[in-house]
């Protein structure tokens, strides 16, 4: 075979991973004068490799996740109350196999969006289904579709093996259905053991109100909260620190 028809050929087998670093590898292999085994072997985790990213990018692009956040840069300092050891825990992903839930409660802009938003970007690293919300719209969102539309959006958000509801009650009230929807959502994943990740500026007390039924908070924290993580965040707004800072800099470029 040429080289066209090596390549051809390849790419009829699917095998678009040794297509793309073939020509590179013959030339190593000749280089470095590689055994058989050795240029083999290379060509083989290229394969590998570029299966294993694509499978990433094909979870990520169906987690809902616009960003990769990471704790790299989080700056723990800033507020040193915040639960770094119960962060570093979650983000270990036990939970998930454990089926258990993890609740970020506290005050805004304290980073409970970002760790959870990096528990689940980890969580497709790790090779989790993963599926983020925006809690407020996708609940609204649900109240408006038809009956067959909800039924559809229920068991698609019972299928991923963690489901992050992200900013719960930023919006206050939400409407009735979907409520319902949050219900059935705990309800389901609970007899599935399948992870939930809330994140909240509402301490649970209020939950009734919000949710406008007293029985039905009772019965979502009941199923939420048996095996869960809680993870208080206390402190000072992040936000405002760089508020702060981007006005510091717009009064020095005055
Ligand atoms: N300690 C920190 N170090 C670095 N960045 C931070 C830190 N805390 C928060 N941030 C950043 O500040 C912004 C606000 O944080 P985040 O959205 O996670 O807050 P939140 O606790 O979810 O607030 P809210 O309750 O209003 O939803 C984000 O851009 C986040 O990346
Ligand atoms: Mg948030």
């Not at 297509?19 to 072997?41: K, Y």
């Not at 616009?66 to 915040?82: A, S």
């Amino acid at each position: 075979m040429t080289m066209t028809e090596i390549d051809r050929t390849l790419r009829e087998l699917r095998l678009s991973g040794i297509s793309a670093t073939l020509e590179t590898r013959i030339v190593q292999a000749q280089a470095c004068e590689q055994s058989f085994i050795e240029t083999f072997s290379l060509i083989l985790q290229d394969e590998l490799d570029r299966r294993r990213s694509r499978l990433i990018d094909r979870r990520y692009a169906k987690s809902g996740l616009d960003e990769r956040v990471t704790l790299n840069d989080f700056d723990w300092r800033f507020n040193p109350k915040l639960p770094r050891q119960a962060s570093f825990e979650l983000l270990t992903l036990k939970f998930i196999a454990e089926g258990a839930n993890a609740l970020l409660i506290g005050k805004p802009g304290t980073g409970k969006s970002h760790i959870a938003k990096a528990l689940a970007y980890q969580a497709t690293l790790q090779g989790h289904q993963v599926r983020y919300l925006e809690a407020d719209d996708a609940l609204a969102q649900y109240s408006l579709g038809t009956a067959d539309e909800q039924q559809k959006i229920l068991r698609t958000l019972l299928e991923p093996d963690v489901l992050i509801l992200d900013d719960l009650f930023l919006a206050r009230r939400i409407a009735p259905v979907g409520a319902e929807l949050l219900q059935a959502l705990v309800h389901q994943r609970y007899k599935r053991r399948r992870s939930i990740v809330v994140t909240s500026n509402r301490v649970v007390q209020d939950w009734a109100k919000y949710l406008g039924d007293t029985t039905m908070s009772g019965t979502i924290l009941d199923r939420l909260m048996h095996r869960c993580a809680l993870l208080e965040f206390e402190g000072k707004s992040y936000r405002l620190k760089e508020a702060a800072a981007r006005l510091a800099r717009s009064s020095t470029d005055d």
